[in-house]
């Protein structure tokens, strides 16, 4: 199945006040029926591993994620992007002002991008990069058979792993296909930490806000950085599950635009290939 990312311009037409999760105001939007109506049902799903991705507003591509509310002045050109399965009406042009209770903006749909997951690019090492915070679950790493038994004891793991990554993201994976299989997930957390090679990383725990449950605000700790592993030859295939995953993103809380990746990929001793959603595996639309 193919995935489409629309990716977007939005200005605010005076001086605004946002929630700490930014990714409200395109989320609003939709729900109001005033961008991508065809997303609503989508949106309001209560389905954990649903195929629908809904990046937090940003600046210069620095994702605008705090645990306080933001304030953006009047003018500032704030980039975001939404990503879902490929439809007919995928496609619509964008271009208007809009109210929200987080106030006006102008919006512009600047491209589409529809990714081919049966294309991944070609190359062994792999560097990804946590656009926004990244939440993978630790019980990921637990066999099947006793996820009854430890439900609810698992915690987010604060050191992201190839094998946890990848995981990850062939989880998002089954989403976007329908097909759910925990045996595997566990098995590629297992085999892909043993047999990956880490070359380097920068990597800190951050807290981020998951909203507001009454007058508490919930909060908990992610991580925000970069890795750059080996793939393992027989397990070169997996990197189709992190090109899904740098469209619809990994971990937990992907609903609130949390979990958001790039990737850059090359051959060891060769200079990486980066944004791949300009590259291979990906082909642009006219809007």
Same mark, same amino acid.
């Given at each position: !199945?193919?995935?489409?990312k629309?990716?977007? #311009?939005?200005?605010p #037409?005076?001086d605004?006040?946002?929630?700490?999760v930014?990714?409200?105001?395109?989320?609003y939007?939709? !729900?109001?029926? %005033?961008?991508?109506?065809f997303?609503r049902?989508?949106?309001?799903?209560?389905?954990?591993h649903?195929?629908?991705?809904i990046?937090? +507003?940003g600046?210069?591509?620095r994702?605008?994620v705090?645990?306080? *509310?933001?304030?953006?002045?009047?003018?500032?050109?704030?980039?975001?992007?939404?990503s879902?399965?490929?439809r007919?009406d995928?496609i619509?042009?964008?271009?208007?002002?809009?109210? @929200?209770p987080?106030?006006e903006?102008?919006?512009?749909l600047?491209?589409i991008?529809v990714?081919?997951e049966?294309?991944? *690019?070609?190359g062994?090492?792999?560097?990804?990069?946590?656009?926004?915070?990244?939440?993978?679950?630790?019980?990921?790493?637990?066999p099947?058979?006793?996820?009854?038994?430890?439900r609810?004891?698992?915690?987010?793991? @604060?050191?992201?792993?190839p094998?946890l990554i990848?995981?990850s993201?062939?989880?998002?994976?089954?989403?976007l296909?329908?097909?759910?299989?925990?045996?595997?997930?566990?098995?590629? $957390?297992?085999?892909?930490?043993?047999?990956?090679?880490?070359?380097?990383f920068?990597?800190?725990?951050?807290?981020?806000s998951?909203?507001?449950?009454?007058?508490?605000v919930?909060?908990?700790?992610?991580v925000?950085?970069?890795?750059?592993?080996e793939?393992? *030859? %027989?397990f070169?295939g #997996? !990197?189709?599950?992190? !090109?899904?995953?740098?469209? +619809?993103?990994?971990?937990?809380?992907?609903?609130?635009g949390?979990?958001?990746i790039?990737?850059?990929?090359?051959?060891?001793g060769? $200079?990486?290939?980066?944004?791949?959603?300009?590259d291979?595996?990906?082909r642009?639309?006219g809007?």
């Amino acid at each position: !199945m193919e995935i489409v990312k629309a990716s977007l #311009t939005l200005i605010p #037409t005076r001086d605004v006040i946002l929630p700490p999760v930014t990714s409200k105001v395109l989320k609003y939007l939709i !729900m109001s029926g %005033e961008l991508f109506p065809f997303l609503r049902d989508l949106v309001s799903s209560r389905d954990k591993h649903k195929p629908l991705f809904i990046s937090n +507003l940003g600046v210069n591509g620095r994702r605008l994620v705090s645990m306080k *509310p933001v304030h953006v002045p009047r003018g500032t050109s704030l980039d975001a992007f939404i990503s879902y399965p490929l439809r007919p009406d995928a496609i619509t042009p964008v271009n208007g002002v809009f109210n @929200t209770p987080y106030g006006e903006f102008q919006v512009t749909l600047n491209s589409i991008m529809v990714l081919d997951e049966f294309q991944p *690019p070609q190359g062994n090492v792999v560097r990804v990069n946590f656009v926004s915070p990244v939440l993978l679950s630790s019980m990921i790493g637990l066999p099947p058979s006793l996820n009854p038994r430890f439900r609810g004891r698992g915690s987010n793991f @604060t050191i992201p792993s190839p094998g946890l990554i990848i995981a990850s993201a062939y989880k998002t994976y089954q989403g976007l296909t329908r097909r759910f299989d925990d045996v595997k997930a566990f098995k590629l $957390a297992v085999v892909m930490n043993a047999l990956s090679k880490v070359i380097n990383f920068r990597m800190r725990p951050v807290t981020v806000s998951l909203g507001e449950r009454g007058d508490k605000v919930r909060k908990t700790r992610g991580v925000k950085g970069w890795i750059e592993f080996e793939l393992p *030859p %027989e397990f070169r295939g #997996t !990197m189709k599950y992190l !090109m899904v995953g740098s469209y +619809l993103g990994i971990g937990r809380s992907r609903g609130i635009g949390l979990g958001e990746i790039s990737l850059e990929v090359k051959n060891l001793g060769t $200079a990486p290939k980066p944004d791949l959603s300009r590259d291979q595996g990906a082909r642009s639309q006219g809007v």
